[in-house]
């Protein structure tokens, strides 16, 4: 399975965009990058995916760049709220199976 | 809207004693998944069940069974508890097992530790 490397922690101040970085150097034509974050004593959740477009939700952005090795999560206005555990995550079409690195762990000051 | 439900929350054993963890979904989901989460890693699949009848192992199934009770339920139970298999469980479910553009939807979490 194809490996991501993340930052281990980032900081961001309320309200300020905030960029995610991912690089994913040896990622298949198949593979979609997914994002899920964990907020503490919670599960992880959902955030956003895509394969070689770049994708909006309610929830943020997903810039991928045009080789596909490496992408952006990008939070347009960061809250108090999203602090948490960032995991960028090369999903196979094969199996389907989310492997789960170390993540990026976001703190976010007033 | 409840999504996936984990059942106890919060367990604390004894080596050797056995438990069942719950996990059940409202969401027609077909696919269901469990994960272990240690202090400072991210999650490792235990098991997964792709469709109601089917169960397969994941990265870490040692010392683990599985039963997908219905389409609803999924449970992972520990015959022999050992103190290694104190860790944060979560369970997962999605439309359709194993399609890359699906997501995964996490329960809470069942926090167990061994003594």
């Known amino acids: 399975d194809a490996k991501t490397t993340q930052p281990n922690s980032m900081e961001s101040n309320e309200e300020e965009p905030v960029h995610l970085p991912c690089n994913h150097s040896t990622i298949s034509g198949t593979d979609y990058i997914h994002w899920y974050r964990q907020l503490p004593s919670q599960g992880p959740e959902y955030v956003i995916h895509g394969l070689t477009s770049n994708v909006n939700n309610r929830m943020a952005s997903l810039a991928i760049a045009e080789d596909r090795k490496s992408s952006t999560l990008i939070l347009h206005r960061a809250t108090l709220r999203d602090a948490a555990v960032y995991y960028c995550?090369?999903?196979?079409?094969?199996?389907?199976?989310?492997?789960f690195g170390q993540g990026t762990t976001l703190q976010v000051k007033p | 809207n409840a999504g996936v439900t984990q059942t106890p929350k919060f367990q604390v054993l004894k080596t050797g004693q056995s438990m069942t963890l719950q996990c059940a979904q409202d969401m027609n989901h077909n696919s269901m998944y469990w994960y272990r989460q240690d202090p400072g890693m991210g999650l490792r699949l235990i098991y997964y069940?792709?469709?109601?009848?089917?169960?397969d192992k994941g990265e870490v199934p040692n010392g683990y069974n599985v039963s997908r009770l219905n389409k609803r339920e999924f449970s992972l139970r520990l015959e022999s508890a050992a103190p290694s298999q104190t860790s944060v469980y979560f369970c997962?479910?999605?439309?359709?097992?194993?399609?890359?553009?699906?997501?995964?939807?996490f329960g809470d979490g069942t926090r167990l530790s061994i003594l």
């Open positions: 995550i090369l999903l196979s079409s094969n199996t389907g199976k989310l492997i």
């Open positions: 069940s792709a469709s109601e009848g089917t169960t």
């Open positions: 997962a479910s999605s439309i359709q097992g194993f399609k890359s553009n699906q997501p995964q939807h």
